[in-house]
């Protein structure tokens, strides 16, 4: 508040008091603004560095609008023009390898391939392993390209469905159960063997069952006896049949001729013998037993 006065004709009152500041700068100056320029520096070197090796990661997986590498996306799905290794689960309800090329799966230890049903349990396992094939499965069954089945393994049984079945190694086949077919042939120029060292052999038919050698001889061989039965009838057929070996039933008395014509005679046991022509079928008791 200024006040006139009245004496001197100077202006009186309380004078405010100036005081004189100096001028501060403004800005970020000494360590503060080297270390600030640090910091940008090594942030520009830090991006730098992301930004190459991005590039590098890039060039080296080959990376395109295409995909990935080898790795291709395609309108059907991915396309792989190489090897894959996967280091986990994989799944996909379909792999087909390239045209003309096969398709590969290589495992350091065992292949396993796997179906679930609808409970998601395990129905069937394919095991590929070292010397083995191992399939565990309700029912195994191989088809030809018209879709027939050529082989079949069931609860029923085996099933191949084949015109002939061949085998051609060396060694023999043994069967431990029952083999049920309607044809057996030997192959060609070579004999057929059906054998038992140490047991027996049973041939059964609903029907009927026969027994053919149309180009060559046919040898029944048994140390013991063989059984030839049959509820209708047993049939023969042949130009020449010969029986060796039967007994005769009484000898010529001593000085008389040996006859070069017998009868066959049957004893009430079944056996066979041979006796005069010109006489009555009598067996002894030698013979007969």
Not at 3 to 20: F, L, W
Not at 49 to 78: C, D, P, Q, Y
Not at 105 to 118: E, N, Q
Request: charged share 25%; with cysteine; aromatic share 8%.
């Amino acid at each position: 508040m200024l006040r006139a006065s009245p004496s001197n004709g100077h202006t009186a009152g309380t004078e405010e008091e100036h005081y004189e500041h100096p001028l501060q700068p403004v800005g970020i100056y000494g360590w503060r603004k080297r270390c600030l320029y640090a910091f940008v520096l090594f942030l520009m070197v830090l991006t730098t560095l992301n930004l190459a090796l991005i590039i590098w990661i890039l060039r080296v997986l080959n990376f395109s609008v295409h995909g990935m590498g080898k790795l291709r996306i395609t309108e059907k799905g991915l396309r792989l023009e190489g090897e894959a290794e996967f280091l986990d689960r994989l799944y996909t309800n379909r792999i087909q390898s390239m045209q003309d090329k096969p398709l590969y799966m290589d495992s350091s230890k065992d292949i396993i391939l796997r179906a679930r049903d609808g409970k998601k349990n395990v129905s069937s396992t394919l095991l590929v392993g070292d010397k083995k094939l191992e399939a565990q499965c309700e029912e195994f069954e191989i088809k030809d390209k018209k879709g027939q089945t050529r082989f079949k393994v069931g609860n029923k049984g085996i099933v191949m469905e084949m015109d002939e079945v061949y085998y051609t190694g060396s060694s023999r086949v043994t069967f431990n159960s029952s083999v049920e077919t309607p044809n057996i042939r030997g192959p060609r120029a070579e004999p057929l063997k059906i054998e038992a060292p140490s047991t027996s052999i049973y041939m059964y038919a609903k029907d009927e069952i026969r027994i053919t050698a149309p180009a060559g001889d046919m040898a029944i061989n048994s140390l013991k006896e063989i059984h030839i039965r049959s509820k209708d009838s047993i049939s023969l057929d042949s130009s020449k049949l010969f029986i060796k070996n039967l007994k005769v039933g009484m000898s010529p008395p001593p000085g008389q001729q040996t006859p070069t014509v017998y009868q066959v005679c049957m004893c009430s046991t079944g056996l066979l013998f041979l006796a005069d022509a010109d006489k009555q079928c009598q067996g002894t008791k030698e013979i007969c037993s």
